[in-house]
């Protein structure tokens, strides 16, 4: 028998024999598999923590090198202000200043006003 056949839930065609049958109603294979194993609560965090994981893993990936200097220095000294970063990584100002705008813009540094000297940190 091979009668097209809605699926209750997704209105899909199905053919019989191929649908799968919950409480009185038939589902398509996916719609079934779904009724049949709902999402855990705890589940849409641990999904947005990993998405959120791999998001900064790619940020961090597609750095320049002179980015990726200057994201390690932070990284390893906490605040760091903006004259110890220009006279450490032999940078001009404009330079730093440059690279921390788009480091800034995708949310990697930030900065920070401490003791009227600019401090860059990790955002
Ligand atoms: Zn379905």
Redesign the pocket.
């Given at each position: 028998m091979k009668l097209p056949y809605p699926?209750a839930?997704?209105n899909?065609e199905i053919e019989k024999q191929q649908g799968y049958e919950y409480q009185g109603r038939l589902?398509?294979e996916?719609?079934y598999m779904d009724i049949l194993s709902p999402p855990k609560t705890c589940d849409p965090w641990a999904v947005h923590s990993a998405q959120t994981f791999l998001k900064g893993k790619d940020k961090l990936s597609t750095l320049t090198p002179l980015q990726s200097r200057i994201v390690n220095y932070i990284k390893e000294k906490g605040e760091v202000p903006v004259e110890e970063i220009i006279t450490n990584l032999n940078l001009t100002e404009e330079e730093l200043r440059r690279e921390f705008a788009a480091l800034r813009h995708m949310e990697v540094l930030r900065a920070t006003k401490k003791d009227g000297k600019i401090l860059y940190l990790f955002f």
């Open positions: 699926c839930k997704c899909k589902f398509c996916d719609c």
